[in-house]
């Protein structure tokens, strides 16, 4: 086993329904928009991976602010404004680390394993869930790949692909904790094995193709130990 790859958002923190979706509706707010994102709403969202894609996707079907003609300028100002709200309700401690998460990084430091995270999210947002929730000494164990570090994102294998070419891994000898289909046929694509940890929204989802299926870290017995005996 050479590294150990979290997805961010539902795997190191339950962030979608708390902390995401609450920083839109705020956002919308805040810039006069009459749109709200309901628990329901955000969770058929999810299923279009990346916070702008999800917002073009929202207006496409339910129609564009006629008082903000340019689309793309609408997108970045909300984008850049939820961004802010989010990384206060983290500073806030907000959304506590999923069960077991601390424990785990530990064990991978402990061990010399390559620690990473790979998410669709807004990198500023994706580094102060690591520097803040996980701590300083950990978070310089960990290298951040998130946002717009690559074109095609997740279930497309490209930023799983951009760790392991960056930290010069081998596929098949990396484990990625993941929560959702779209991050597990990413992390599949790629080469990588999967253990799928389900946050709030994720219950109902296709884990076909996970190497193990657990309701967290600690409920599910997993540690380095048992990654090891995944990728044999």
């Known amino acids: 086993m050479q590294a150990l790859i979290f997805d961010c958002d539902g795997v190191l923190v339950d962030t979608e329904r708390d902390g995401h979706r609450v920083a839109f509706n705020e956002a919308f707010a805040a810039l006069g928009l009459d749109t709200v994102w309901s628990v ?21 079907e339910t129609g564009w602010p006629e008082s903000h003609p340019d689309r793309d300028a609408l997108i970045q100002s909300i ?20 069960p077991g998460v601390a424990r785990i990084v530990d064990e991978a430091i402990a061990n010399g394993i390559t620690l990473a995270v790979c998410s669709t999210s807004n990198e500023k947002a994706v580094q102060a869930v690591v520097d803040v929730m996980l701590g300083a000494e950990r978070s310089k164990h960990i290298t951040v790949f998130a946002g717009d570090a690559v074109a095609a994102k997740k279930p497309a294998p490209d930023i799983y692909n951009l760790a392991a070419t960056t930290l010069k ?30 946050s709030s929204y994720t ?6 193709l996970a190497d193990k299926v657990v309701a967290d870290l600690d409920a599910g017995g997993v540690d380095i130990a048992a990654c090891r005996a995944v990728i044999g």
Do not use: W
């Open 169 to 198: 891994l081998t596929p098949g000898h990396c484990m990625v904790i993941e929560d959702s289909n779209n991050g597990l046929r990413a992390a599949k694509a790629a080469g990588m094995r999967c253990i799928v940890t389900i």
């Open 203 to 208: 219950g109902e989802e296709d884990f076909a």
């Open 79 to 98: 984008h850049k404004l939820k961004t802010e709200i989010f990384m206060r309700l983290i500073r806030e401690g907000r959304m506590p680390l999923r």
């Open 40 to 60: 329901e709403r955000y969770g058929e969202l999810l299923l279009t991976a990346g916070g702008k894609e999800r917002m073009r996707r929202h207006f496409d």
